[in-house]
C-alpha cells in the first residue's frame, strides 16, 4: 500500500478547507490512500496516521506549515515514527520554515526531503513517486 499524509499546521483550525494536492492524486490512477489531519485535529486522528504510515510500504508526508512552534501538534509524533522507518521508501515535502521539523526531514536524507515546493513540482513528485514500481 502506498500513502498521502497531507498534515496542515496553522494558528486557527480550518472548519471548510480543500487541499489542492489531494484533489489532484484522488483524480489520478494512483493506487495510493490519502488521508489529512491538522494540529487542531484530535489525538486519535494522528495515531491512525501513524497507522497509515506503518502499514504502507511507501509514504509521502506533506507538512503546510503556517503556524508557531508551540502548534506543531501531532506531527512531531509523526515523524518520529517515520524517521525510525528505516526500510520504508518515505518521503517529506515541508512547505513553510520550522527548524525543528527540518531537522528531522533532513534524518530522511537529500533524496527524501524537500522544502517549500510549489504545486506543481508536488504533482510531478506525487507523479514520480507513486508510479514507480514498489
Keep these: ?10 494558528a486557527n483550525p480550518a472548519f471548510s478547507y ?15 490512500v490519502c488521508y489529512d489531519f491538522d494540529n487542531h485535529s484530535e489525538a486519535v486522528l494522528a495515531d491512525y496516521a501513524i497507522q497509515l504510515l506503518d502499514q504502507s510500504a511507501k509514504a509521502l508526508i506533506v507538512i503546510e506549515y503556517n503556524a508557531s512552534s508551540q502548534q ?9 515514527k517515520a524517521v ?8 517529506l515535502i515541508l512547505n513553510g520554515t520550522d527548524p525543528v521539523l527540518e531537522k528531522m526531514g533532513k534524518v530522511l536524507g537529500k533524496t527524501n526531503f524537500y522544502a517549500d ?3 506543481e513540482k508536488q504533482k510531478a513528485l506525487c507523479r514520480k513517486f507513486f508510479t514507480k514500481a514498489v
Excluded: C, E
Design 72 to 80: 506543531r501538534g501531532s506531527s512531531i509524533k509523526l515523524l518520529n
Design 84 to 91: 525510525r522507518q528505516k526500510y520504508k521508501d518515505i518521503k
Design 1 to 10: 500500500m502506498q500513502a498521502l499524509i497531507h498534515i496542515t499546521i496553522a
Design 117 to 119: 515546493q510549489p504545486l
Design 18 to 32: 480543500q487541499i489542492p494536492l489531494l484533489d489532484w492524486v484522488k483524480q489520478q490512477p494512483f493506487d495510493v
